[in-house]
């Protein structure tokens, strides 16, 4: 492992100083650790280009290799991490900032009935945060927006909101009662939290394909306030829910899609390898608990 992960920083860093200096150890240890990686696969790793290392042909075969092996180490680390934490009834929780508030109260204070033993942190996060932490393991059980594309994961819908157009004050369209998806074909449209949730703006591109309409994005918006402001600028529409809309002080009109088959989807995930009962049971709970929103859709 430890030749595997100087391979690893050599090729990234492009030679064995900047890579021990990266690693916490000197410059002959790394260049040790590599070339005991080469005495073991019996050819040469790197090869001196100019003042960088790079990679041989067997190298970078090797390096494929070698990153999954040490991905599939640092999972196995953080499950036993996560493990440890949940014997001792420390359960840690994210949830996400952009939860519908209806959600977010339940999540804030959802609690095992029964089990006072039981410690339960959350943290306020964005999503990918959320997931990313889960990842890591130090985080049991995230609360924010699907789709999550990380194929680690696993989850679960717990409320599910129609998607609306945000509009200007006086656009063309801030008249009508709803909005048809045609109405968008040739809008400037603001592309509401691409970065930070790039499966929820996929779906909506790939929506609207289906429907033989192609988006067109004048403008990013790394969160939804923003988002709210280049409205006001008449910079374009943008999608979100209605709470999501109305829940910051813009002078905006909001109108729904007639197109219902759109919404944005709100669950709770954890890592598949996680299958502790004490996770298990609160993701029961979780979705228990918020029955009655998937029941009661606006």
């Known amino acids: 492992m430890d030749g595997q992960i100087a391979v690893l920083a050599v090729a990234e860093k492009g030679s064995f100083g900047a890579a021990g200096k990266y690693l916490g150890i000197g410059k002959s240890a790394v260049r040790k650790r590599v070339q005991s990686v080469e005495a073991e696969i019996g050819t040469p790793v790197f090869l001196v280009v100019g003042r960088r290392m790079v990679l041989t042909e067997a190298g970078s075969l090797y390096l494929l290799s070698a990153k999954e092996s040490v991905r599939q180490a640092w999972l196995g ?30 999540v ?38 699907l789709p999550i594309l990380e194929p680690d994961l696993s989850a679960r819908l717990l409320f599910e909101e129609p998607l609306m157009a945000c509009l200007p004050v006086g656009h063309r369209l801030a008249t009508r009662s709803s909005i048809r998806p045609e109405d968008l074909a040739d809008e400037p449209l603001i592309s509401v939290l691409r970065k930070v949730l790039p499966g929820r ?89 918020t029955a009655v929103l998937r029941t009661n859709v606006n």
């Open 77 to 106: 680390l953080d499950r036993v991490q996560a493990f440890l934490r949940a014997q001792t009834n420390d359960l840690r929780i994210g949830y996400s900032t952009y939860l519908n508030t209806k959600l977010l109260d339940i």
């Open 108 to 145: 804030r204070h959802i609690h095992p009935d029964g089990n006072g033993s039981l410690s339960v942190t959350r943290e306020s996060l964005m999503t990918h945060q959320i997931v990313e932490g889960i990842l890591q393991g130090d985080l049991h059980v995230g609360f924010g927006i």
């Open 201 to 289: 703006h996929d779906d909506i591109v790939a929506h609207f394909e289906s429907l033989g309409i192609s988006l067109k994005f004048s403008s990013e918006a790394f969160s939804l306030k923003e988002a709210l402001w280049l409205v006001t600028q008449n910079v374009g529409i943008a999608l979100m829910t209605r709470f999501s809309a109305m829940s910051h002080r813009y002078d905006v009109v909001v109108r729904p899609l007639s197109d219902r088959l759109l919404t944005v989807k709100s669950g709770i995930f954890t890592r598949r390898d996680h299958d502790q009962k004490l996770i298990s049971d609160f993701v029961e709970l979780a979705l228990a608990e």
